[in-house]
């Protein structure tokens, strides 16, 4: 089933935009972990709508109930259940079924694929409202690899045409700065063409994509296994699962096809009694494992498909072309707040990774 992944921590997602509820289920958590909430919702408040001129004005307070597997403020290694529930959908904003397709949505290939009975309103279970749970789940995961020593940047390293440093090349990185910031950049004042681009696209009635750039520090070598659980294999499965990512690279990704094999290689040597390599062209990967360096890779977003311009379509009552005006509110850009949720998926799948390997060991 589609809404289920792992097979070590094991997550089920559940419910609609526009539903009662939406929420998440974690098998296999790890016992005796005390949960810092503050933390847990400051994530969640990241990921929330409502917080700028990017972001669609929708509000909704986004706070996880916790149902089972937490138990004074512990985890008790039973499953966690946690839901948020919806408190401000606006169904009327989609009429009274599918019939205008939205084009870039889901609104045709989920007629299809459920025989025309999906919940359409606000996109149902295709909609990027079901990344809250994801956010809950991530931070759980970020605070367990935590007490390992493992911990994770990201930023947005290209709004539009506006590009920011990369995290391959820059190492001192103050991540509780960057979690603070709307925009978050590593090169100062970048945020601010950042910020001028997307605000064009929105005067336009359009909307603009981009790329997240993430590291995941402190890992240490022997994570993933060939072929299907390759660390590429995990991280992407969850990553292409975010609804707006269109492109997964690792280290120098698409960059590889330019380069020779004495420059793509990373060269091996001796540093403080441990094996390092000199480059990390490979992200910290190496025949889908980790090789103990930092696992470096980006996301490409692709810019919202709601927007305020007339679009061309389908009528699927009619069977007729016919144009389409789209109501309700959206993300003239929805990179801000997929940031966190890029981080989330990451986290889920690091500790996924984590748990196989010490399977194997036991």
Request: net charge negative; proline share 5%; hydrophobic share 40%.
């Amino acid at each position: 089933m589609s809404s289920f992944f792992g097979q070590h921590l094991r997550l089920a997602l559940f419910g609609q935009s526009h539903g009662e509820a939406i929420g998440i289920t974690m098998d296999g958590f790890p016992a005796g972990m005390t949960i810092d909430m503050e933390r847990i919702l400051a994530e969640m408040a990241r990921r929330a709508p409502g917080q700028s001129n990017l972001t669609t004005p929708r509000k909704e307070a986004d706070a996880p109930e916790i149902l089972s597997g937490v138990l004074n403020g512990r985890t008790t290694g039973q499953p966690i259940c946690a839901i948020i529930r919806n408190t401000n959908t606006r169904s009327r904003d989609y009429g009274e079924g599918v019939d205008l397709l939205r084009p870039g949505h889901a609104d045709y290939t989920g007629h299809v694929r459920y025989f025309g009975f999906e919940d359409w309103r606000g996109g149902g279970h295709f909609s990027g409202r079901l990344t809250a749970p994801i956010v809950f789940a991530g931070a759980l995961c970020s605070q367990w690899l935590e007490q390992q020593g493992v911990s994770m940047i990201s930023h947005i390293q290209q709004l539009g045409s506006v590009k920011d440093d990369s995290l391959m090349d820059t190492f001192s990185v103050d991540a509780a700065e960057l979690k603070k910031m709307h925009l978050p950049v590593l090169r100062k004042g970048i945020d601010v063409e950042m910020e001028k681009e997307a605000m064009a696209a929105l005067r336009a009635q359009d909307s603009i994509g981009g790329v997240i750039e993430c590291r995941v520090d402190g890992l240490p070598a022997g994570l993933g296994a060939p072929f299907f659980d390759s660390v590429e294999s995990v991280l992407s499965h969850l990553l292409f699962s975010v609804p707006a990512v269109k492109g997964v690279e690792f280290g120098e990704g698409f960059g590889f096809a330019e380069l020779r094999g004495s420059q793509a290689n990373d060269p091996f040597r001796m540093a403080d009694g441990k094996i390092v390599t000199t480059t990390n062209h490979s992200g910290g990967v190496q025949g889908g494992i980790t090789n103990g360096m930092p696992v470096i890779f980006r996301c490409a977003v692709r810019a919202t498909p709601s927007i305020g311009q007339t679009q061309q379509t389908v009528s699927l009552k009619s069977g007729e072309n016919a144009d389409l005006n789209i109501h309700g509110r959206h993300d003239p850009c929805i990179l801000p707040r997929a940031v966190p949720v890029i981080e989330a998926m990451a986290a889920i799948g690091v500790m996924e990774l984590w748990k196989e390997r010490q399977a194997c060991v036991r």
